[in-house]
T-cell receptor, first 113, second 112 residues
Framework: DSGVTQTPKHLITATGQRVTLRCSPR?????VYWYQQSLDQGLQFLIQ???????AKGNILERFSAQQFPDLHSELNLSSLELGDSALYFC????????????FGSGTQLSVL | QKEVEQDPGPLSVPEGAIVSLNCTYS??????FMWYRQYSRKGPELLMY????GNKEDGRFTAQVDKSSKYISLFIRDSQPSDSATYLC????????????FGTGTQLKVEL
């Protein structure tokens, strides 16, 4: 068990809908990272938060947004969903340094029908 | 063209074999190199971390980085059925922290 908790494990929704994915980082970790894993693109970095502030942005669509709350849990909001948004969404927590280990949650499998 | 290329496999080997997994990359700015292991329906877990060129060994695992060729490798000695998983290479730039660029992963099956 990595100590990172993601809910829900599975989500099935329709095109055009909006969903929220939730992540609780490991105790003591201030950074939360969101990654998207699809069959054709692999694991792609979306966004990082550190102690409530956005720290880095990757290939995150404008329809997607995230935030980190004072208790350090994070939410990833996906809106106007398209079929191509179907993927496994991972949250990871850990340090910011290059030699600091990232711990990944088990992911949320999103299916857009 | 993707920044990081990795043969998706699947790769099937007998128990006890030496496994070689590889990635090539195109961006010379990458300085930090990692290998992650991902079991089915689980998140990736860090196996090996290397800075710049060179070798690093940890038990049955050896990571090699050749920056001049933009090529990284992971060797697994005495492979076990429990090593059956998807192996992802990952890398980051100086100052990039844990903003990682991943390969698409190689699926490995170690057969009894």
């Amino acid at each position: 068990d990595s100590g990172v908790t993601q809910t829900p494990k599975h989500l099935i929704t329709a095109t055009g809908q909006r969903v929220t994915l939730r992540c609780s980082p490991r105790s003591g970790d201030l950074s939360v990272y969101w990654y998207q894993q699809s069959l054709d693109q692999g694991l792609q970095f979306l966004i990082q938060y550190y102690n409530g502030e956005e720290r880095a942005k990757g290939n995150i669509l404008e329809r997607f947004s995230a935030q980190q709350f004072p208790d350090l849990h994070s939410e990833l909001n996906l809106s106007s969903l398209e079929l191509g948004d179907s993927a496994l969404y991972f949250c990871a927590s850990g340090g910011e340094g290059h030699n600091e280990k990232l711990f990944f949650g088990s992911g949320t499998q999103l299916s857009v029908l | 063209q993707k920044e990081v290329e990795q043969d998706p496999g699947p790769l099937s080997v007998p128990e006890g074999a030496i496994v070689s997994l590889n990635c090539t990359y195109s961006n010379s700015a990458f300085q930090y190199f990692m290998w992650y292991r991902q079991y089915s329906r689980k998140g990736p877990e860090l196996l090996m971390y290397t800075y710049s060129s060179g070798n690093k060994e940890d038990g049955r695992f050896t990571a090699q980085v050749d920056k001049s060729s933009k090529y990284i490798s992971l060797f697994i000695r005495d492979s076990q059925p429990s090593d059956s998983a998807t192996y992802l290479c990952a890398m980051s730039r100086m100052g990039g922290g844990n903003k990682l660029t991943f390969g698409t992963g190689t699926q490995l099956k170690v057969e009894l």
